[in-house]
């Protein structure tokens, strides 16, 4: 059982808009940044989001991060077929002091 | 540019003690803006955050209350690189391995991962 909470699947057709929602506590997303990974089968976890609403070099800006109260979420609009993969949320946890992370949202491009 | 580089046995026995290594390249283990994880993910578990450790003026750690009595995490600075040692392996501790490296209050880098399967 993941600490954060996301749904287990989202799926959208090229072009589309889809959101995936990352739901937490105060000890975790209510008190610190949330940051979104994205993982494609048999590698390693990628930033994709961090701080929220930030973007690393060379992430496209039709991805998009917002945070409110203990919630979270990731958008990713147009859509491609290259945008199939797990996503996870993480953030730290000040009574845990630790990470912890979503249990992974698989968005299928259909 | 981060790389982080990972080398240890993809197969231990239970009861036994796993050991993975982390080179770094790119970066100091003695950073002091940085701090080097270790992460395991498994279909049972999900991603799960097993430790850190980091250099501010002296060596911190910090480890997860589920495997706070059977792990160790050091750092290496004549190799630049960090450690996992968990002990008391079992099946339950079959899982990818991950050392990662937080900087700036996100973790940014990831090593290429481990499978590591607890089997007799």
């Known amino acids: 059982q993941s600490v954060l909470t996301q749904p287990p699947s989202a799926s959208g057709t090229p072009g589309q808009r889809v959101t995936i929602s990352c739901s937490g506590s105060?000890?975790?997303?209510?008190?610190?940044?949330v940051h979104w990974y994205q993982q494609l089968p048999g590698t390693a976890p990628k930033l994709l989001i961090y701080?929220?609403?930030q973007r690393p070099s060379g992430v496209p800006d039709r991805l998009s991060g917002s945070k409110s109260g203990t919630s979270a979420s990731l958008a990713i609009s147009g859509l491609r077929s290259e945008d199939e993969a797990d996503y996870y949320c993480a953030a730290w946890d000040d009574s845990l002091s630790g990470w912890v992370f979503g249990g992974g949202t698989k968005l299928t491009v259909l | 540019q981060v790389q982080l580089q990972q080398s240890g046995p993809g197969l231990v026995k239970p009861s036994q003690t796993l050991s993975l290594t982390c080179a770094i390249s790119?970066?100091?283990?003695?950073?002091?803006?940085?701090?080097w994880n270790w992460i395991r993910q498994s279909p049972s578990r999900g991603l799960e955050w097993l430790g850190r450790t980091y250099y501010r003026s002296k060596w911190y750690k910090g480890y997860a209350i589920s495997v706070k009595s059977r792990i160790t995490i050091n750092p290496d600075t004549s190799k630049n690189q960090f450690s996992l040692q968990l002990n008391s392996m079992t099946p339950e501790d079959t899982a990818v391995y991950y050392c990662a490296r937080a900087h700036g209050g996100w973790i940014d880098y990831w090593g290429q991962g481990t499978l590591v399967t607890v089997s007799s």
């Open positions: 701080r929220n609403d």
């Open positions: 790119g970066d100091s283990v003695s950073s002091n803006s940085a701090a």
């Open positions: 105060s000890s975790n997303i209510g008190s610190d940044y």
